[in-house]
Every structure is written in structure tokens, then in C-alpha cells.
């Protein structure tokens, strides 16, 4: 059982579209993270996001944490090619554990 | 600017082979951690340390053995490998509990 579940596991869009993938626990984290994976690579993170209630924007992509701490959503805005990749949420307990992450395939 | 650097990138065993998986970081981060990745599972973790002369066991700890052998350098130990052991296999280090972690390049191991 995974302590992150991520949803969906698989997504495929048309270049242009809108996007949003969940992380959801039942735990409470003091900090969840967003990671993108390429092939071939490790993840290498997006963001932090600390407060409950928190939205962070990185250009087409906004992150939210939860107000309970226990869940976060990334939202990508008109995806491109470029954004084709594997999400991965992270949250800290007392170590650093992922969710299965969703595969992101935005078709051009 | 190497970061976190993993050896090697790839590694065919036999079953009951044993090989050591190593990784250094030149970050001067506290903690370092070893995960493995499957397909539909994500990222697991097998052992961390969160400071130099400690280690502590992950979720998937069986059939492997870590050694922290000082700050920049921590290796993963496969004694007898199996091919449920078969998978990508990525170190990572960060510098506190709060902070971003960084990620080798990953080492592709098969076992036959």
C-alpha cells in the first residue's frame, strides 16, 4: 500500500489542453514535493510546498497543497510536448516517500 | 557540477551474484538514500542515512545491505541477487528533512 496515491496513473492530452493530476494520503505531511522524471533520468523536483492552503505558480503549472496537509494537485495550463513526462509527489514523515507517480504524454 | 553520481549505469547479475552499487555526492548534504523504481510502483525506498554513521532501513530493506562510509559516499550491497531484485535503482542526497533531494542518473540492474 502506498502511502501517496497518485491519480490518474496514466494520462495522454492534444497539445494545447489543460491537465491536473492528484496525491492524495491520509497521513499529514509537514511538506509535500512535486518531482518530474524524463527516461533515462531521476526525478528532479518542481516545487515545495509547506502550508496548508498553499498555491505555488511555476509558468503553466500551479501547485496546491491541501488545507488538512494530506493531499496536493498539479494543474498544467495548455500542455506542450515538453511537459511530456513522469509526475511524482513526495512527502516527508520521517523519511522521504513517493507516490507511483502519473506518466504525462502530451500528444502535438 | 557532478551532484549526485551513481556506478554503474547498467549491470546484468546471474542469480546469487553479488554486487555493490555505489554512489557519491558532492554536495556536502546529510542525508543519502537509496530507492528502487518499478514499473507502476514509483519509488521505494531501501535504506537512508540521514547523517554520516547512521543508516535505517526503508520500506523494501530485504536482500540488502548499505554502508555509509562517510559524508560524500553511500553503497547499496546486493549478497545473493535474485530476480525479484531486478529493477532501476536511483541514490539520492539532500541536506535536511526539508529540502529538495537530488537524484543520480539511476543504475539499470537485470538479474537472470
Known amino acids: 500500500t502506498q502511502l501517496l496515491e497518485q491519480s490518474p496513473q496514466f494520462l495522454s492530452i492534444q497539445e494545447g489542453e489543460n491537465l491536473t493530476v492528484y496525491c492524495n494520503s491520509s497521513s499529514v505531511f509537514s511538506s509535500l514535493q512535486w518531482y518530474r522524471q524524463e527516461p533515462g533520468e531521476g526525478p528532479v523536483l518542481l516545487v515545495t510546498?509547506?502550508?496548508?492552503?498553499e498555491v505555488k505558480k511555476l509558468k503553466r503549472l500551479t501547485f496546491q497543497f491541501g488545507d488538512a496537509r494530506k493531499d496536493s494537485s498539479l494543474h498544467i495550463t495548455a500542455a506542450q510536448p515538453g511537459d511530456t513526462g513522469l509526475y511524482l509527489c513526495a512527502g516527508r514523515l520521517y523519511k522521504l516517500s513517493f507516490g507511483a507517480g502519473t506518466t504525462v504524454t502530451v500528444r502535438a | 557540477n557532478a551532484g549526485v553520481t551513481q556506478t554503474p549505469k547498467f549491470q546484468v547479475l546471474k542469480t546469487g551474484q553479488s554486487m555493490t552499487l555505489q554512489c557519491a555526492q558532492d554536495m556536502n548534504h546529510n542525508s543519502m538514500y537509496w530507492y528502487r523504481q518499478d514499473p507502476g510502483m514509483g519509488l521505494r525506498l531501501i535504506y537512508y542515512s540521514a547523517s554520516e554513521g547512521t543508516t535505517d532501513k526503508g520500506e523494501v530493506p530485504n536482500g540488502y545491505n548499505v554502508s555509509r562510509l562517510n559524508k560524500r559516499e553511500f553503497s547499496l550491497r546486493l549478497e545473493s541477487a535474485a530476480p525479484s531484485q531486478t529493477s532501476v535503482y536511483f541514490c539520492a542526497s539532500r541536506e535536511d528533512l526539508n529540502t529538495e533531494a537530488f537524484f543520480g542518473q539511476g543504475t539499470r540492474l537485470t538479474v537472470v
Open positions: 510546498v509547506v502550508t496548508g492552503g
